[in-house]
């Protein structure tokens, strides 16, 4: 039986094992997304023309690809901060790891479905939106759960750095979980949205005030 500080918060710099094994599946997540990349039908539109057809999935697959090399960088981010673990921390971070390797499944969806466009298309975007959004969520309850009371990080912030930081961080949550409903009026413009998002995501969200 393990005393109660040793079991609620692991020693200093402890992070290396969640850093090496998250990065080993964002890894296994955008080669999954490569796999699923369809040769296009060169005997009905020729090469050229075959590929052009068949830009729904690049599309899905660029967007998709961004998505998880941003959160991989920002999760790297993250845990330049983070310097200690808990088991929460461990599950919280297993969650966000499921929703990653879950991606490439609606991306196929929306590969599939986008081109012919209707209700199809609609909900195959819906259902990469709320991917996304799940995933947007288990992000911003990392950071929140590591920085609250400055439990896990290097450096403690004051109350109202906490709420600013947690925030900034959690800001593309709203606006992925809007892409919901979006994706019903337009799944294209959905799409656009959430890489657009990405591009937001490119900018350190993880500051110390």
Same mark, same amino acid.
Request: net charge neutral; charged share 15%.
């Given at each position: 039986m393990?005393?109660?500080?040793?079991? /609620?918060t692991a020693p200093d710099n402890d992070t290396g094992r969640i850093e090496a094994f998250s990065d080993g599946v964002f890894a296994i997540a955008v080669t999954l997304l490569v796999l699923e990349l369809k040769l296009p039908d060169? $005997? $009905?539109?020729?090469?050229?023309?075959?590929?052009?057809? /068949?830009?729904p999935q690049f599309a899905a697959y660029l967007t998709s690809f961004f998505i998880i090399g941003i959160m991989w960088a920002n999760h790297h981010s993250m845990f330049t901060s983070i310097v200690r673990s808990d088991r929460v921390l461990l599950f919280l971070n297993l969650l966000l790891l499921l929703w990653t390797t879950l991606l490439p499944f609606p991306t196929h969806l929306v590969a599939e479905y986008l081109r012919d466009g209707g209700a199809d298309a609609a909900q195959a975007e819906a259902v990469y939106s709320g991917t996304l959004t799940l995933s947007a969520i288990a992000f911003s309850l990392i950071w929140a759960h590591a920085v609250r009371g400055g439990r896990l990080i290097a450096a403690p912030l004051g109350r109202r /750095? /906490?709420?600013?930081?947690?925030a900034r961080f959690s800001m593309g949550t709203v606006f992925y979980a809007a892409t919901i409903g979006i994706s019903f009026l337009s799944a294209g413009a959905a799409l656009a949205i959430q890489f657009a998002l990405a591009l937001y995501y490119l900018f350190e969200q993880v500051r110390s005030a």
């Amino acid at each position: 039986m393990t005393s109660g500080a040793a079991t /609620e918060t692991a020693p200093d710099n402890d992070t290396g094992r969640i850093e090496a094994f998250s990065d080993g599946v964002f890894a296994i997540a955008v080669t999954l997304l490569v796999l699923e990349l369809k040769l296009p039908d060169t $005997k $009905k539109y020729g090469v050229w023309t075959g590929l052009l057809h /068949e830009w729904p999935q690049f599309a899905a697959y660029l967007t998709s690809f961004f998505i998880i090399g941003i959160m991989w960088a920002n999760h790297h981010s993250m845990f330049t901060s983070i310097v200690r673990s808990d088991r929460v921390l461990l599950f919280l971070n297993l969650l966000l790891l499921l929703w990653t390797t879950l991606l490439p499944f609606p991306t196929h969806l929306v590969a599939e479905y986008l081109r012919d466009g209707g209700a199809d298309a609609a909900q195959a975007e819906a259902v990469y939106s709320g991917t996304l959004t799940l995933s947007a969520i288990a992000f911003s309850l990392i950071w929140a759960h590591a920085v609250r009371g400055g439990r896990l990080i290097a450096a403690p912030l004051g109350r109202r /750095e /906490e709420w600013r930081s947690i925030a900034r961080f959690s800001m593309g949550t709203v606006f992925y979980a809007a892409t919901i409903g979006i994706s019903f009026l337009s799944a294209g413009a959905a799409l656009a949205i959430q890489f657009a998002l990405a591009l937001y995501y490119l900018f350190e969200q993880v500051r110390s005030a």
